[in-house]
């Protein structure tokens, strides 16, 4: 009952009692029923929240203390002594773990702390292992045995820090491992390890912040791997790579979500917005859109076979994704404002064939250009006729963005640019007193 | 029910990461005891590693071999490099080959560039599986300093590695022939 309400809404309505009960809208004793049905479980839940983040910090210090007193590099110890502390960790906390799986499987605080400490004591032994005999190779070599000695765990334990600890890692290994010049494909099917884990969280617990934590961190995943992951061998390509992942993002977010959502249970919307500002305004530089497209396709040695098709694959199904999406899951009422930014995915679809086939650089100059200050418009004015003052900042921090990259890319003088900020500034300043004044008014009536 | 399936798959991942520290340090130990020594000649330099501390990164002195007349070597393939002991008392490596030689000291590798020298011959670039002396926090910057600071110009710097059945271990990182430790201790007040 307290999730599917939300705490928020919850912590409202207690707050609320005393004048309720004051004004004689609710009586004393419905008061104290109210207080008594939601107080107890709020605070119960808001405690072992608290006790559960303190569980993973603690098996985070813990664990990431055992990796630090070990990179020290023990040379009195001899090889038997450090084969001996490289695996008794180890066996300690898969026993502790196997405790709590049997013993203390409802407590989320103990199986977080309990498979954070494993997780981290995992890498702590291969180190180890690796210091004594000299043996292991690159920091990309260890990372990627951390990472597929993690990858069951998240699953298994049902614990979404190591979920999140996997995909950071795997990150990075990724990121390692390009700068090797090595191969990294093999990193999407081991990232679906945490999708298991996913799904159970959004059955059990969607509106939970475990779920919320998570699909933070697979969002960034997603937005480091996309350009990491994949070969980019067809140059440009990377710009319909982007656009649908971000349009898919927020079309996916908005769908599964209730308007009353704060901000921090929206991470696809948030990241697929932010994304997608920041790859627009890329997009509106003359300079990406030159040497696109299949014939200035870089061929080396270095590159595999198999890879630029997984590209053009991604690069296909993320766009024709984030429509089928848009098409199927959004209500053309409610999600106005998805529909609105999933635009750059048809304007993508016209735009980049023109712009590889004719060598043209302008027409995806202007589309983008058009696409910012279109969608920054139309957002403010959906921000005004909803009378949410975010939205209607968030279409602004459009179009201001849009005039400040314009303006430091041409070549207009210092006193043109200057007055034009001051300008663009006072607009926001006047639009935001102007609508909070009329919030405040609209609020007063409705009261 | 569920839980208990969850238990025993659990139990085969701990038994998987017990294996996976355990199964490298079996496989060490026995290159160390069993294995045949080889000095080869190095050039140190001193990073930090995130996880694993600090340690002092080998550049070998021969990181490339000849590829053996009609094998198909080819990049990220594995591929067998007979090591032989020079006259010197340092050790080369011999022409590589695809198939596992049925004598002798050798290394498992993974190929690298294949690049023709000079004269036309096929060679292979190799990454050697042990790139790094792993050291006391404080020592192994002491280290890098002893073979870059010698008075005469560079010291020779050396690695002694134990070889069994294609797997390298390391054994002793030497400074002009001296361990490194000892070296460390003797030359305490030079530095």
Redesign the interface.
Known sequence: MVHTMGRLSVRWLLSELPKLETEGVVDAATAKRLRDHYGDQTSGSGRRLVVAIFAVFGGLLIGGGIILLLAHNWDAFGRGTRAAIALAPLAAAQLLVGWVLLTKWHSTAWREGSATLLALVVAASVALVDQTYHTGGDLESFLWRWCLLLAPLPWLLNSTAVGMLFLASLTWWAGAARVEGSQVLIMWPLAAAVVPHLVHLLRSDKRGLRAANLQWVVALFLCVAAGVGLDHRVPGLWMVIYVGLFALMITLGAAGRRDEDGLWRRPFEAVGVLGSIIVWLILSFEEVWSNVGWNHIRSSEAFQELVPWVDIVVAVVLPLGAIAAMAFLLDRRRHRLPFLWGLSVPVMAVVWPIAASADAVWPGVVAFNLLLFVVGLATLAEGVRRQNLAVVNLGMLVVALLVVVRFFDSEFGFIFKGVAFILVGIGFLAANVVLSRSLGTAGEEAE | MK?HL??A???I??L???A???G??VK??LA?RTGEAFRFRIQPVDPV???????VAIRFAVDRAFVAEGAEVR?RKHIFVPVIKGADGFASLGKAVVEQPPAGAYLRLRAGVVTPDEDGNQQVWLTM?????????D??PEAERAVWGGRRGRREASVSVRIRHGVG??EELYIDDVPI?RWLAENAEER
């Open positions: 839980r969850g238990l798959v659990f139990v991942v701990a998987v990461q017990l996976v520290a355990g490298a340090i060490s130990e160390l590693d995130a996880f694993r501390g600090r340690y990049p599986p042990f790139r790094r002396f792993y050291m006391d926090e020592k192994a271990v390391i430790h």
